[in-house]
């Protein structure tokens, strides 16, 4: 405050740039704050961040190594149970080589399966060879023990391969049978050169007829070199970095292809591990990943230990530039800053935006009250606000405005209290609760409308509106809305109404028999006629308030409800009166008799819908509409069965017996189409519905 002549003189500040300020000023100091303590925690944060994400790529690069690896010992052992059990025999070498050579195809990533019979010589096999499948089978009384060498396709045919054998397959010269039968039980064997010239591996089972005995056969499941550098290959370390696996020693067995001839970081990294004395001492899964310098760069490598039962001890190595895992972090960093950068330039103009929106209403409204003062009510009214206080303002304001405007035209007292009393939020919402759903309309109403003159019209459907409408209130029902010729009722709510499924059909069937009495009434005083048709559904919906809120109705919203509009326009096409879901019925087929007509998707929905005619209450049927009902349900079954000639057979003697029965002709037809055209692929009975 400044004093002027011995008086303190207030400074007013305009609110526009004064809360502006105040926001700006707060939102700069929060954001340097939270932005400087981010940017701290951050920084110290990167490198752990970093080693916990290399950490997590190794883990599962060493999870699926072992889970390749892992498959021939389990696909051994199995063959082992099966003999054990005598599930799986070795004398019928064809029917075993085709087990095996379904086994090879069920498993890519394998090379061979094969079986060395020592006693007699023989051998049979499996592989994978371009693309194809083969079966190797040897035995030395058989050609000379030249191999014979069959393609299989996947449906278990054999013929002669394209390449055969030349040479005797001897099981007995072959060197790494016999490094197998030496094996006291499971084991992988070094990698070495198979017979199709290729680098693998195998893992081999000796098989002896008691324990200490020397082995009369030798299981064996193999994998190709290739075929792990190219598994190994295909894993994805940052964008440079690779996967190896070596032996105990450190010595490789698989790398990528493009590292098959020794990789320059691979032997670095070994060596800023200590060598292979290191890895012989790593735990079976223990887990040392590290940081180590070569060429003037920062790597990180992981040395895992992957036990493979019954084989080596197997090393999984994985090696990748540091700057790909902390690069990431600390773009991730800077990724930060720029999002919050922007965040703040948008911040500060939504800043603008608000104090704008906040000021000019009571700008405005400073101005409407600085008139009132000379009765100057002023045409233009404040802008709405977005805040709750300043938006009361201005409405009590533009209320006060119109009723002093009231009083200058000689309004009564009373009539301005009642003005100022509307103002009243109106209270919106709704509940779930299962409902039954009526919806009905009238047959024919566009050709009868343009028989009547407007006022006839509505005098006739006003009459017709309250005949419905007794018979929904007679029977609890709540009648939500007049739809042009249409109504809208449902049953259960407000109130509950035990057994409402019960309840509508009550109704449905009193509206058709007044509607009845009503149309001889007026055929005899020559007036026009109504027929109504139904539809029937129950469900799950929300009833209650909804609209806005200065205006709103008690109505029921779901799917129930856009289902029984769609059975009743239904009616129509099966020519009945009263249409409804399986709910209904399954509720209510104690008390009433039922025909089940069709099973449809309606239009709007894609799920099928078994629908029902609703015929009286029970112990009302005839006995020839009993029997006409039961051969139109033993058609329908017939017809969703898939038996379409007999339902066409069973439909048609309907509709010949009853021309007026529509259902059974529109079944026929459908029926017959079927029967001569049947459908592709699996039968739901299902008739999709084009059209409400």
Not at 70 to 97: C, F, K, W
Not at 257 to 272: F, T
Not at 482 to 506: Q, R, S, T
Request: charged content about 25%; some cysteine; aromatic content about 8%.
């Amino acid at each position: 405050m400044h004093r002027a002549e011995g008086a303190f003189v207030r400074i007013s500040l305009r609110l526009r740039p004064t809360l502006l300020g105040v926001v700006l000023g707060l939102l700069l100091m929060t954001v340097t704050f939270i932005g400087g303590i981010a940017f701290i925690k951050t920084s110290e944060t990167v490198e752990s961040l970093a080693a916990q994400q290399f950490d997590a790529v190794n883990h599962a690069v060493v999870e699926r190594v072992r889970g390749l690896v892992s498959a021939p010992p389990l696909i051994l052992r199995e063959y082992e149970a099966q003999l054990r059990l005598g599930t799986l025999t070795l004398d019928n070498l064809d029917a075993t080589g085709l087990r095996m050579a379904e086994r090879i195809r069920q498993a890519p990533e394998l090379a061979w399966i094969g079986y060395a019979d020592m006693r007699a010589g023989r051998f049979v096999g499996a592989t994978r060879r371009g693309g194809a499948i083969e079966i190797f089978t040897a035995q030395p009384w058989v050609n000379g023990g030249i191999p014979t060498v069959d393609d299989v396709s996947p449906t278990g045919v054999r013929r002669t391969a394209s390449t055969p054998e030349t040479e005797p397959y001897i099981v007995a010269e072959k060197d790494w049978i016999r490094r197998g039968l030496e094996q006291s039980d499971l084991a992988w064997l070094a990698p070495y050169v198979f017979t199709d010239g290729q680098r693998g591996i195998s893992a081999v089972l000796p098989l002896r007829q008691e324990a200490g005995a020397p082995a009369d056969g030798l299981l064996h499941v193999d994998v190709f070199i290739t075929t792990l550098q190219h598994f190994l290959g295909r894993f994805s370390i940052g964008r440079t970095g690779r996967v190896h696996l070596l032996d105990a020693g450190g010595t490789p067995i698989a790398s990528p292809i493009a590292w098959s001839g020794g990789d320059p970081l691979l032997a670095a990294a070994l060596q800023a591990f200590g060598g292979g004395e290191a890895l012989r001492q790593l735990a079976p899964g223990a887990e040392r990943s590290f940081l180590f310098e070569t060429g003037a760069r920062g790597w990180r490598a992981a040395f895992d230990h992957v036990a493979i039962p019954g084989g080596p001890d197997w090393i999984v190595a994985v090696v990748a530039p540091e700057s790909e895992f902390t690069g990431l972090a600390r773009r991730n960093a800077m990724w930060t800053v720029a999002i919050a950068a922007v965040t703040l330039l948008a911040a500060i103009a939504a800043a603008v935006v608000v104090s704008r929106r906040i000021a000019e209403p009571l700008r405005v409204i400073s101005l409407d009250l600085e008139r009132l003062a000379v009765f100057d009510f002023g045409a233009q009214p404040a802008p709405p606000s977005f805040v709750r206080e300043v938006e009361v303002v201005r409405r009590m304001t533009a209320r006060m405005k119109a009723s002093l405007r009231s009083f200058g035209h000689y309004v009564p007292t009373d009539l301005v209290r009642d003005m100022v009393a509307s103002g009243r939020e109106a209270r919106l919402g709704g509940e779930r609760r299962r409902l039954t759903i009526h919806f009905s309309d009238i047959a024919g109403f566009t050709s009868l409308s343009e028989k009547l003159s407007p006022e006839q019209l509505v005098d006739e459907l006003g009459a017709y509106f309250v005949l419905m409408r007794e018979v929904l209130r007679e029977r609890r029902g709540t009648l939500d809305k007049y739809m042009g010729d249409g109504i809208l009722a449902f049953f259960n709510a407000p109130h509950p109404v035990p057994d409402h499924e019960a309840a509508a059909c009550e109704a449905a069937l009193d509206t058709q028999a007044r509607l009845e009495a009503d149309r001889q009434a007026r055929r005899a005083a020559g007036r026009p006629e109504f027929s109504a048709r139904i539809g029937l559904a129950t469900g799950d919906v929300v009833v209650g308030n909804f609209g806005t809120p200065d205006r709103f109705a008690y109505t029921v919203l779901g799917d129930a409800v856009n289902l029984a509009s769609r059975l009743e326009g239904l009616c129509k096409f099966y020519g009945v009166a009263i249409v409804a879901c399986s709910s209904v019925r399954g509720a209510t087929a104690d008390r009433f008799e039922w025909r089940a007509l069709d099973r449809v998707a309606v239009a709007g929905r894609e799920a099928g819908t078994d629908i029902h005619q609703l015929l009286c209450r029970k112990g009302e049927l005839a006995p020839r509409s009993s029997a006409r009902r039961d051969a139109y349900e033993a058609a329908l079954s017939a017809y969703l069965g898939g038996r379409f000639a007999e339902a066409a057979q069973r439909f048609r003697d309907l509709a010949d017996d009853d021309k007026d029965d529509i259902a059974a002709t529109t079944m026929f037809r459908r029926a017959r189409k079927l029967a001569r055209t049947p459908p592709d692929g699996t039968w739901s009975g299902i008739y999709v519905m084009t059209r409400k």
